[in-house]
Structures are given as C-alpha cells and as structure tokens.
C-alpha cells in the first residue's frame, strides 16, 4: 500500500496582534496569503478581551427583560454573546448585519422553558394574580383543607386505638363473649348447627290461626310523633306494673296444651330468638322440654333473652368490666328498663283501656296489669304438627276509622363515643343516617323486634329513640323522638325474609321432635357462629337462679323510707318475748 505525502501548511505570524494577519498585510507574503480562507471576515481581536466558551446552553433567554445591563459586572454571560450571529454557508461564523431577516429567526440555544398548564388544581395558589383576585376562595380551600387534615388525624387515632385494642382482642373476646350458660360436665352434647346451613333453609306456612287474645290495651298518645331533640321528654317510671311471664308458667299454654291443641308451644321472643339466630353475637340459650309428644321451647330465669343486648353487632368493642355502666350486663339491664317504661309511657293516660277475652294470666297481687296483650296464635308446620305462640301487643291506635294494633320498643343512646352518631345533632336532619347506624350496631335486636311483629300481625311497629340525660348518668332518661314502620316493608329494608325464618323454626323442632322425652338445652356457642343442643338432667336450673336488680331498685331510698323501717323495727322490739334481751 502507498501512502500520499501529507503536506504541512505553513501557518502564518502575525506580528500587529492576536489571531490570522490582514489581507494587507499577507500580501507581502505570498504563502500565508495563498492559506487564507476567500470570503471569511474576521473580528478584530485585543490581548484584554476575555475568552468565553463558544456556546452558552444554560443561559435563560425566555425573559430578555430581565436580563441585567451589557457591561454590568453582573452581565457574565455576554463575554461572548453568540446569540447575533449565524452559520454561514462557507462554515464560519457571520455577523447579523449582513442578513437580519435570518439572524432574527435563529437561536443558536433554546433556553425557553417547557409550556406549563394554566388551569390545574395548583394553578389558582400558583399565579399571584389569582392570589389577590381570588381570596375569599382561596380561604374557603385552606378551611377546606384543615378539615381533611383533621379527619385524617382522627382516622389515624382511631386505627391506632383499634391496633392497641387488638393486641388483646383473643383476651377481650373471652371475657366480653363468654357462654350464657355453664356447661358441666355431666352435659351430654347431641347436635352442633353451624349458620351457615341456616341461610339455605326455607319454609312457607299457611296463614295463622288466632285462639285467644287476653290482657288490655291503652291507646297510643301521637304527640310522641312529634317529639323533637329540641322538644324532648324525660322518661317515666312505672314501678307497680306487671310485664312478661315466660312458656312453661302461662296458665294459658298449659290449659291449650292439655286441649291437645297444638304439639309445639313458645313465645314470640323464643321464636325470634331462633328465626334471628345467624344474625347474633353474643351467647344465648333456651330451654327445651320434651313432654310426651309435646315440646316446649321455654327460657330459664335469668337468662340473656330477658335482656336487651346493646352494641352486638357493633365493631366497638365495649369495656370489659360488669360493674361498669357501659358493659354489656349494665346496658342489656339498662335497655330492658328503658324498653318497658317507655311502652307504659307513650299511652293516653285517661284510665280508658279496651279489654279482651281474658285478662292476663300470672299477675301478682297488689300489681297493676301493663298495657300489653296477649295474642295466641297457631301455625300449621305439617300434617300432623301444629305450633301456638303468645305474640304480645303494646297499644292500640285508630287509623282511617280503623283500629290497629301496635308494638312498641325503645333504642337507646349511652355514649355518642361508642355509637359514633350523636343523636341530638343528628336525629332531626339525618333519620336515615341514624336508623342505619343503629342496624349496624344493633342488627340482631331489630330484627327480632321486627319477627316479633310480624307474628303478632301488628299494623305498625313504633321505635322511640331514648339517650341519657348525661353520658355517665344512667338512670336518667329522655325521649329524643318517636319513629313508625309497617313491620313488612321494615323487614324488606334489613333484608329479614320470612320463609327462612320459618325454615329455622321447622329445622330446629323437626331435630327436637327427634329427641327422646326430657330436658334439653340449645345454646348459642361464644365464640363461634353455631348452636349446640346438650341433653341434661331434670332438676337443672331449677335452683340456681338470683334475680338481677334493674338500675332503679340501685338507688338510695328516701329518708321516708328509712324512718317507716325505723319505727317498724322498734315495734318488732317491743313484740320480743320477755326472756330476750
């Protein structure tokens, strides 16, 4: 391979200054005038002036007014300002003079920043014209602002306290959810019914049968319909009035029983019990007799279903103690208390009650009957098997000339804390909020409200709403408001469907019919969504039972009282036989 000469140019002194000599000055040498570019002007060139970088890519040309003045000391970028000049066709670089129409549409750096978006969400704080122009909106979105901030403290204190909750929640559940009943022993377990078999159940039953209504009513006062949070009325005590009785000790169910009128006997209470069974939480029982080819569905004395639970179905968990107001033993006690006053006292009080066929059975001396009555009624379940429940009535009201009978309940309010909805802000505006968040926490109560009255075909169920006077003050009450509902359409809305809950029923006392003759227990487990059925003896819960006082018998006595037991003490004295000291 032959490789060419490579030729040195010779480069050019210049002895008058910086850079290539002038043309005027090159031709006295004729090689260094033979190496000079054609057509290149060149700028003149001083030993003082300062080198800068050829192109300047950071310099910000967007806002040439804000550029400071030429020759400051400020001015660092215009040491070697190329933004006047152009490249030339001849590779070298030409003065803007010799063609402003093309110098003034080339840049040689784009320094204009990227567009940004006018109208977005930060937009309106961003532009400071907007700031002056706009400032009752601006503070309307700063309020805005901290309200979101202090919502979202209080959900993180919220999940904080739950977190700190569950570190002893299996600890919690022992003790809050323990079993309504002792299991001994001795305690033959038969059958263990999960829920989840219940929810496919489904039965249908012909119309019912009335027997008998016993008992008599008084008649619903409407001015309760228009009780308000701002008008409200301090609940009442009715001390002296006789309430419930339970299966086995109805005269009535014995004497129907002994008529062979029916092979099943219960009471609307146990059969909600049943009918409402997966929607409970807590622990429960009854009590079942096998008699002959009889079967009766009883509760034993002290048992929960006496009570009305609060917060069951609720996520908040309650405070673990019995002896506090807001246990579960202290606000079921509360609530049964509640419950009963406030049927007594949302009645017309003109003596005027309407009797039926007989008065209600198992009052006691020296008390006066409650305005309930008793409607016995009887169910086909099949050919050869007939079922009687008591369904109690509370009032009686006329409606378009018409008399309809009425079921009354109370929902109470202990703390606003614990429920989450304060009552008094919001029953007035926000009646549906409040009856929803009551279904959450109290899911299983009203639904057996509510199969309570569609077994005694009641025309209207009335809720009232009772709260504390004070959050710590438990006996003290006041009625907030007063609520209607026809028992079916109520039952569409917390999606209660009665074919299913026949369905429990007829698969509870198919199982029971199976069961040879004596004492049976069916319990709600504590801990797990199922009953369990125990055989046990005949002589149990016959002798342990000691009867709950109700908040009101808790109260000191009068000064009265105490002074009449003082002189009734002495008169005793006075009777002692004479040898005692």
């Excluded at 550029?67 to 215009?78: A, I």
């Excluded at 204009?112 to 706009?134: D, I, Y």
């Excluded at 009325?233 to 299966?247: A, D, P």
Aim: with cysteine; hydrophobic share 35%.
């Amino acid at each position: 391979m032959v490789f060419e000469a490579f030729e040195v140019v010779t480069v050019p002194f210049n002895t008058d200054g910086w850079g290539p000599p002038d043309a005027s000055s090159a031709s006295s040498t004729s090689v260094a005038a033979a190496n000079l570019l054609p057509n290149v002007p060149l700028g003149s060139f001083s030993r003082a002036e300062k080198l800068g970088r050829v192109a300047d890519w950071t310099r910000a040309l967007s806002n040439p007014s804000a550029r400071p003045p030429t020759g400051s000391k400020s001015d660092t970028s215009s040491i070697f300002d190329f933004s006047a000049f152009a490249v030339d066709e001849g590779f070298g670089l030409a003065n803007s003079s010799g063609n402003a129409d093309e110098d003034a549409a080339f840049r040689l750096v784009d320094g204009k920043p990227p567009p940004r978006p006018r109208f977005g969400p930060k937009w309106r704080f961003n532009n400071f014209h907007n700031r002056n122009q706009l400032p009752q909106r601006r503070d309307e979105e700063v309020e805005a602002k901290k309200r979101e901030a202090e919502k979202d403290r209080a959900r993180r204190d919220r999940l904080y306290n739950n977190n700190r909750n569950n570190l002893h929640h299996q600890r919690r559940e022992a003790a809050a959810f323990k079993s309504s009943v002792d299991i001994q022993p001795e305690w033959n377990m038969l059958e263990q019914i999960p829920f989840s078999s219940f929810s496919k159940l489904s039965f249908t039953v012909q119309e019912p049968e009335d027997l008998l209504l016993c008992g008599g009513l008084e008649s619903y006062d409407r001015s309760y319909d228009r009780i308000t949070p701002k008008a409200e009325r301090r609940l009442e005590r009715f001390k002296n009035r006789s309430f419930k009785v339970t299966t086995s000790d109805d005269d009535v169910i014995r004497r129907l029983a002994k008529e062979d009128k029916a092979t099943v006997f219960a009471t609307d209470a146990i059969l909600a019990a049943l009918m409402c069974a997966p929607r409970s939480v807590y622990s429960w029982d009854l009590v079942i007799q096998r008699v002959g080819n009889k079967l009766f569905f009883d509760k034993r004395d002290g048992s929960p279903l006496d009570l009305l639970s609060v917060h069951e179905t609720s996520q908040e968990p309650l405070p673990e103690g019995k002896d506090d107001i807001n246990s579960a033993h202290s606000l079921g006690l509360e609530a049964a208390f509640i419950n009963q006053n406030f049927a007594q006292q949302v009645l017309v009080k003109n003596g005027k009650r309407e009797a039926f066929d007989e008065p209600i059975p198992n009052v006691n001396e020296g008390e006066e009957n409650a305005s309930v009555a008793y409607r016995y009624r009887r169910w086909k379940l099949d050919d050869s098997m007939y079922l009687v429940a008591r369904c109690e009535l509370q009032s009686t009201v006329d409606l378009n000339n018409q008399k309809s009978f009425l079921t009354l309940n109370a929902l109470n309010e202990f703390d606003p804390k614990y429920s989450g909805v304060d009552w008094r802000q919001k029953l007035e505006t926000q009646r549906g909020a409040v009856l929803a968040n009551e279904l959450k926490n109290n899911g299983n109560k009203l639904a057996k409200w509510t199969a309570q009255a569609l077994l005694a075909n009641a025309d209207m169920m009335k809720i009232g709403f009772v709260s504390r006077v004070h959050p710590r003050d438990h006996f003290n009450h006041v009625i907030l408001s007063v609520l209607g509902y026809k028992p079916k359409d109520f039952a569409g809305q917390i999606n209660l469907n009665t074919l299913n809950m026949w369905g429990i029923v007829k698969s509870i006392v198919d199982l029971c019919m199976k069961l040879s003759e004596g004492k049976y227990v069916l319990v709600k487990d504590p801990s797990k969504p199922q009953v369990r059925i125990y055989e046990v003896p005949a002589d149990a819960f016959e002798n342990d039972y000691v009867e709950e006082p109700l908040p009101e018998d808790e109260q000191v006595q009068p000064p009265e009282e105490s002074s009449t037991e003082a002189e009734t003490n002495g008169a005793a004295e006075d009777k002692k036989p004479e040898g005692q000291a």
